[in-house]
């Protein structure tokens, strides 16, 4: 398969060139059915070790002996980008499957929030996720398994909260506030002092203003945390740091999600339909493929209450591209991420082509459609992914005496924490931070609640 | 521009040889197994485990360790976004009926996994007492007694049926088989026999007693507290002696035997007139457990409170036992906070503590009480011996 699959892609990348896709080269391997199901759980292929890893894997293989869940590759961009491809995949799959990779290979190196985390992290995520995971590992070894986990659980916990809009090396905060620069001299000012008026004492000198720690509600937990703990060590701050970029990487992943599905799926059935070098019966499976991962629902059902990422963006892609042209789409392609490509390209027509609803599920099973209402629907649909998915939580204060204050935007969220998880949290940070840890939200009656570890 | 062109790497074989999420998951069950051997006390007081114990594990169920995140809290509405036909307002699956709630209760978190970790009861105990640091029980040295039993010992082409040894004869009849040509299935020849052989063995025997005060002043938590006692003693002593019997007493104003199913959920009422078991006991000692060749242990549990007018009775019977048994434990088992003084068992047992008898005394409020009471009697009784 190796042979035909290396002329397969030899032949697809000059079509894929000259229908604009701009990309670098892709390395491809394949890989056992094992290192993908990893893949797949770890978000790398190699990455820090930690026991909730472990449990995912689990429910990993579970899902996958159910026949609930396959997976076909991943791809890391980069220059070059890496993807890996199943072996046990069949030729025809793993055709499609490549095209597929030339589509996301475009995306992650047009896409504005991509092509920043590689500016700033330069182009090899695998092996900077393999640096930390070898530096982890001799930590390990040389302060015991107890004390790495007890960072990694504080840090993994807080893998979400990071503020995606700073760099990637972010300097502390300044110590002192900027000098108020004298106001400039206009007309005005300079008439003002001219006025006849008693003699002014000097004025004193204003000593400069410490800035408090944090200056502003700080998002970054990770970062703050590393930066700031009192008595962290050093390595102990390096796998804070460490998780932190790991965490700014997997964000594009996440917030483009439909974007590079749908452009990539896109892409696969537009080379595969373009590519006469391929055999009739090849270009046949491999459609039939297509339309497995591209559907709307499962085979038999009426309806799915979630949005099938890869249909979804597919769908969306196509609309676009009918409607505005390529250029436009890679226009979109550029700017966008998951929030202005749904609100700003999902139109009315669309939504009731696709079908689209809102629902709501009770705790006793009763699922009811609820709205077909467009605004309703992107925002449903967009909901999940608000603050990379995590409550929108800060750190409020950092007092003398140590103690970390966090505080849960509620009103934002529209409710309070689960308490039980938060506590845990907690415990969890504290252990790390070393001082007492509180976090201000609100109960299930909206009344004001302190947790504190 | 030109870009490098994409190509098919070559395989890195190493994927194979290391599995990063096995090693993660082996990380997660020993953090089961840790959390676990915690809780060992609760965990092990549910069922009847003292005798039910044949297979010798314990199945503990359990969920698998969360990492916690933050999340908000759970509505009891859950929306989304959902795709295909179906107007607003429109029921598109419908709720359960109550009987299958019911029976979706545990686990309601849907696709939930669960598993169950096999802990050997052996190991457990073995754990236990290497974590307690506990010393071993040291036998009566009288109680050594040679003792002759058949024993199983070689094999014989002639013998009762009962003895015969399927896996030795088949194997016979393969060896002859493969030798012959046409053979017959089975012969008289391949027949094997296990043979027993006299021996004598040295017995070493224990027997424990087991009494209980079900009076109606013992409440449910009591009990559990005293059972679970009564399971951990029972363990140390199994892991020094090659065969345990135990005997399973309870009294109110008299005393019985009981078996150990009913032995949990005896409850009389009325007052408590200890010396009945203690009584009891003595009789047993004499007729079944002759204590020149029994290791002998009685652990006795009660909230303390015995009739007034029975004390000196109680206190005859319990020094006469004293003196024959290897040990004699007390757990005063109390829920509530407030003793206003000692109670009349307690000061039984300070007394004859006072006198040099092996007995030891302690009080269990709360499982974690379960550790120290094991600690005190298994340290006093070597010291005793010693």
Known sequence: MTDALGEYIAALEPLARRLGLDYHGVDFELVPASLMTEIAVYGLPVRMPHWSFGVRYIHQLVRQSMGHSRIFEVMFPGNPCHAFLMDGNTLPENTLVAAHVLGHADFSRNNALFARFHEMAGSNIIEMAAAHARRIDRAIEEFGQQRVETVLDAALALESHVDVDRPLHREPYPAHAPERKAPAKDAFRERFERLPREAQPEPPPVPRQRLPVPPHPEWDLLWFIAQYAPDLEQWERDVFLAVRAESLYFYPVFACQIMNEGWASYWHARLLREADFLPQDLYLQAIKSHSDVVRPFAAGEQSALAVNPYHFGFTLWEHIVEKHGMERAREVCRDEDDFGFVRNYLDRELAEKMDLFTYQARSDGEVLVTSRDLDAVREAILAPKFNYGAPRIAIAEFRPDGTLVLSHDHAGDGRGLDVARANKVLEYVQRVWRRPVRLVTTGGLREPLELAA | MTERPSRIMAETPWYELFSRGARDWLRHDQKVRDAVRSRLPELLSAGDLITNSENRTVLVPVRFLEHARFRLAEHDVHSGAGQGKGEPGQVLRPARSDDEQGAREPGTEGSEVRFVLELKLDEIVDWLWEELKLPDLKPKRSAALDEPDYIREGWDKRGPRARLDRRRTVKEAVKRRAMQEAPLAFTNDDLRFRQLVRRSTPAINAAVIFALDVSGSMQEAQRRLAKTFFFFALQ???????????????????????????????????????????????????????????????????????????????????????????????????????????????????????????????????????????????????????
Not at chain 2, 337 to 361: M, N
Request: proline letters at 2%; aromatic letters at 12%; zero cysteines.
């Open chain 2, 236 to 386: 140390g002593i199994r892991r020094q002696y090659a065969k345990v019997e135990t005997v399973f007493l309870a009294h109110a104003v008299e005393a019985w035997e009981f078996s150990e199913e009913q032995f949990f959920q005896v409850s009389g009422d009325g007052g408590t007139v200890a010396s009945s078991a203690f009584r009891v006991a003595g009789e047993l000692l004499e007729k079944r457990y002759d204590p020149s060749r029994y290791n002998a242990y009685l652990f006795y549990a009660s909230d303390g409170d015995n009739a007034g007018e029975d004390r000196a009775s109680a206190a005859q019977a319990l020094a006469a036992l004293a003196a024959e048994l290897n040990y004699v434990g007390y757990v005063e088992t109390s829920v509530s906070a407030f003793h206003p003084r000692e109670t009349q068992i307690a000061e039984l047992f300070a007394a004859l503590k006072g006198k040099d008898l092996p007995v030891g005394a302690v009080r269990l409020e709360s499982l974690e009480d379960v550790w120290n009471a094991i600690r005190i009697f298994f340290r006093e009784q070597a010291a005793q011996s010693a």
